[in-house]
Every structure is written in structure tokens, then in C-alpha cells.
């Protein structure tokens, strides 16, 4: 039974470029959590989404950032025109349903240069 | 706004000490409180306590909570060097949003040889 996968582990883009991080969850998980780690910080929370809908986007920044789950495949955590702020480590987590236990992936490494 | 404080911020101890690591926390409608051992990887689930003074305990590591003081301690007996890792204290709250967890920025854990 596979964890959560994200991909790719590390991502490395240049200021103004584009990333997508994948998050594959749990099989039977229905729920995914997007959160993120700046150095020296404790993860926080960016968005929540249920397949094709998003619950929670509270955490997210107003611009440049984007989520989706759909219907069919992973979910994608979308940054454009990425900034060197933008550095930091990307976590996804998924569970069964809405407040239950949330079991994590192993995160991707963002690093813009 | 939910706050959690982790000490100490790193710690480097020699194999077979015993350490304890301390979590504080400020919650509007505290539902529960979370450890996970972050190592270069996912952060994985430790404990979930909701209830006061009742130990939770797996293998060398056990960890208790006072709700009424705000704060929880994860001790780790006879320590070994694959207990090096960053541990993380997340906390639940119980309103419309407990999905969300709130962590703390964690103790880093060295154990030497």
C-alpha cells in the first residue's frame, strides 16, 4: 500500500519560471492537504481540496499560486513567475475523510534561482 | 491565531541518554495534539493525545499532555542515533477548520555515537 507520492523531489527553476508539484494520495483517500516549510518555519498550512473541489485555499498567497485535485490523477500545486521567497519545501498530505488522521508524503524541494 | 512553541530548538545528546522535548500551545477549541518525526523525508505519525495526563507510549518513546498548563513533552529513553531527526508538535482545533494543523518549527534531535 503506497504512501503518499509526491514528484519530483527536488525542483529547481530559475525567477519568473513556472513549477507544478504532483501529490499522489493514499489509495482511498479522497482528501488532500497542501502544506509549506520556509527555512528556520514550521509547516503551514496552504490549501485543502476534495476531488474537484477546493474547501480551504485560506493558507494559499493571493497570487501566482494555484491547486487542483481532479476528477482523474494527482494533485497539482501550481506556482507561476516563481519569486526566490518561493523557496522551500512543499508537502502533501491526504486522508480517508475531513478531520481524520493525515498521513504525509515525503515533500519537493523547491529552490528557485 | 493558533500558536505552538517547541524547546528546546536543537538538541545533541550521546547514545543511551534520555531526553525530553517540550510543546506549548495556544488553540481556540483545542481538539488534539499531534508529534511526528520528521527525518529527510515525510513527517511520520508519533502520537495523537486529546486527553490530559494519560501517557501515550510506543517502544523507547512516550509522551503526555496537560491541558490545563498548555503543553506536552515527548520523552525518548535510552536514545539511539537513528532517533536523529527534526520532531514536530501539530495542533488540532476542533471548529470548522480541524483540518488544519498548526505545528510548531521542531527540534532538531542529534544523538551521537
Known amino acids: 500500500n503506497a504512501g503518499v507520492m509526491q514528484n519530483p523531489r527536488h525542483l529547481v527553476r530559475r525567477r519568473g519560471q513556472e513549477a507544478r508539484l504532483r501529490c499522489s494520495p493514499m489509495k482511498g483517500h479522497s482528501h488532500v492537504y497542501w502544506y509549506r516549510q520556509l527555512p528556520e518555519e514550521g509547516l503551514k498550512f496552504m490549501v485543502y481540496l476534495q476531488k474537484e473541489n477546493i474547501i480551504d485555499e485560506s493558507g494559499m498567497p493571493k497570487e501566482r499560486f494555484s491547486a487542483e485535485f481532479p476528477k482523474e490523477g494527482p494533485s497539482i500545486l501550481r506556482i507561476q513567475q516563481v519569486v526566490r521567497g518561493d523557496s522551500a519545501a512543499y508537502f502533501c498530505a491526504s486522508s480517508p475523510g475531513r478531520g481524520e488522521k493525515l498521513f504525509f508524503g515525503s515533500g519537493t524541494q523547491l529552490s528557485v534561482l | 491565531e493558533d500558536k505552538v512553541v517547541q524547546s528546546p530548538l536543537s538538541l545533541v545528546v550521546h547514545e543511551g541518554d534520555t531526553v525530553t522535548l517540550n510543546c506549548s500551545y495556544e488553540?481556540?477549541?483545542?481538539?488534539?495534539l499531534l508529534w511526528y518525526k520528521q527525518e529527510k523525508k515525510a513527517p511520520t505519525f508519533l502520537f495523537m493525545l486529546t486527553s490530559s495526563g494519560i501517557e501515550k507510549k510506543s517502544g523507547r518513546l512516550s509522551s503526555i499532555l496537560d491541558k490545563k498548563e498548555l503543553f506536552s513533552i515527548l520523552n525518548i529513553t535510552a536514545t539511539q542515533t537513528g532517533d536523529s531527526a527534526v520532531y514536530l508538535c501539530?495542533?488540532?482545533?476542533?471548529?470548522?477548520?480541524?483540518?488544519?494543523?498548526?505545528f510548531g518549527k521542531g527540534t532538531l534531535l542529534t544523538v551521537n555515537p
Open positions: 488553540v481556540t477549541n483545542f481538539r488534539s
Open positions: 501539530a495542533v488540532e482545533n476542533s471548529g470548522g477548520s480541524n483540518y488544519k494543523l498548526t
